[in-house]
């Protein structure tokens, strides 16, 4: 069965560095999306993005996030200036259809910001 | 007005006992979607529930949707340790979005 996949597992980061976190989306999805976890937590929603655009974003999706598809096949998410609070598990998830629909994860980013 | 409740935050059981975990809103609900974590885990995909009164299974786990579909409940039958994680409920928006509760985190007793 078709998997999201995310690179890497494990990223440590410095704060004020840039993190680029990386997602491989099932081929035929069409909807993305990167969703936060930190330590012991609920999982939060991001953003989503459709058609080379961002189609909803969270009130924690500030100017500091960014995501991009460079190509056909990954979905980026990029953190300007990490600060330690960004410090948690990122997920990315894609989906063949929006709205009512199994939506699969990736196994996640784990990022520490020293 | 989004939020999604869950309760109870965690729960120990002795294997072989039954397990429930409850998710409620204010508001009515289009649909809601139960996930399990395993500790370390990635929120894995269980079921979607959409019909008022809803109720399916899957071997020992029975979810239920509310008449009024403005609550939730996944029952496990029997539990094993397999079963240990954390069960969120969830519901997806028109775009896709998933509003997550809080989770439930099953710990079992062998």
């Known amino acids: 069965e078709p998997e999201v996949t995310q690179t890497p597992s494990h990223q440590v980061t410095q704060m004020g560095q840039e993190v680029i976190l990386r997602c491989v989306p099932i081929?035929?999805?069409?909807?993305f999306y990167w969703y936060r976890q930190i330590l012991g937590q609920k999982v939060e929603f991001l953003v989503s993005f459709y058609n080379n655009e961002i189609s909803e974003k969270s009130e924690i999706f500030d100017d500091q996030f960014s995501v991009e598809r460079p190509d056909g096949s990954n979905f980026t998410l990029k953190i300007r200036s990490t600060k330690l609070e960004d410090s948690a598990m990122y997920f990315c998830?894609?989906?063949?259809?929006?709205?009512?629909?199994?939506?699969?994860f990736g196994p996640g980013t784990r990022l520490t910001v020293l | 007005g989004q939020q999604v409740m869950q309760i109870p935050q965690y729960q120990h059981v002795q294997e072989g006992e039954d397990f429930t975990t409850y998710c409620n809103s204010s508001?009515?609900?289009?649909?809601i979607q139960w996930y399990k974590q395993r500790p370390g885990g990635h929120p894995v995909f269980l079921i979607q529930l959409v019909k008022s009164g809803e109720v399916k299974k899957q071997k020992r786990l029975t979810f239920q949707f509310g008449e009024a579909k403005k609550n939730s409940s996944l029952h496990i039958t029997a539990t094993q340790t397999t079963d240990v994680g954390t069960y969120f409920c969830g519901r997806s928006s028109n775009t896709g979005k998933l509003i997550f509760g809080q989770g439930t985190t099953l710990q079992v007793k062998p």
């Open positions: 081929s035929n999805h069409l909807y």
């Open positions: 998830a894609s989906s063949p259809t929006s709205g009512r629909t199994r939506t699969p």
């Open positions: 508001t009515t609900l289009s649909n």
